[in-house]
């Protein structure tokens, strides 16, 4: 398991509590580097849409146990914010919530000259996901594959 993973598994284990205790759901905790700089970002929800106060109740108790559990050697940057528009589907409830959606896939490399896809998702495994488009034609992706998959939003 990699550094990265690590924190992102021990800071799971830490704010779920909190994030149960305000009837919240845990969307996602990542730990990336960008700009020079490490973010630990935790993304809640709850029906209705998460609110600025919201992320600052979390947030204040989440970095008080942070501080207290001082497993995170790099200097970072802690984030508590709604997964937006833009929600990323990475767990099994995700998925579930998600059949007969529109949704957008990234992959890291192209399949047939093309990296992006929308289409309604159909079906998921641990191993792929299944897109349906016009004219009754599927694509299957194997998960590995996937850079990005989220709700498709148009403006």
Do not use: H, M, W
């Given at each position: 398991m990699t550094k990265r993973e690590?924190?992102?598994?021990k800071a799971e284990a830490l704010i779920l509590p909190l994030i149960e205790e305000h009837k919240f759901e845990?969307?996602?905790v990542e730990y990336v580097k960008e700009g020079g700089n490490w973010y630990l970002r935790a993304y809640i929800d709850k029906p209705g849409g998460?609110?600025?106060?919201?992320?600052?109740?979390?947030s204040?108790?989440?970095?008080d146990l942070l501080?207290?559990?001082?497993?995170?050697?790099?200097?970072y940057i802690l984030e508590v914010?709604?997964?937006g528009l833009g929600r990323p589907l990475k767990k099994d409830k995700d998925f579930a919530r998600s059949i007969?959606?529109?949704?957008?896939v990234r992959l890291y490399r192209p399949l047939n000259h093309q990296k992006?896809?929308?289409?309604?998702?159909?079906a998921w495994d641990e191993k792929t996901v299944t897109l349906a488009f016009e004219g009754e034609e599927e694509l299957v992706f194997e998960r590995q594959d996937i850079a990005l998959i989220r709700l498709a939003f148009d403006f």
């Open positions: 690590t924190y992102e598994q845990l969307v996602d998460i609110n600025v106060d919201d992320c600052e109740v979390i204040r108790a989440f970095s501080d207290k559990e001082d497993f995170i050697e790099d200097t914010s709604s997964p007969g959606e529109e949704v957008e992006e896809f929308t289409g309604i998702l159909k």
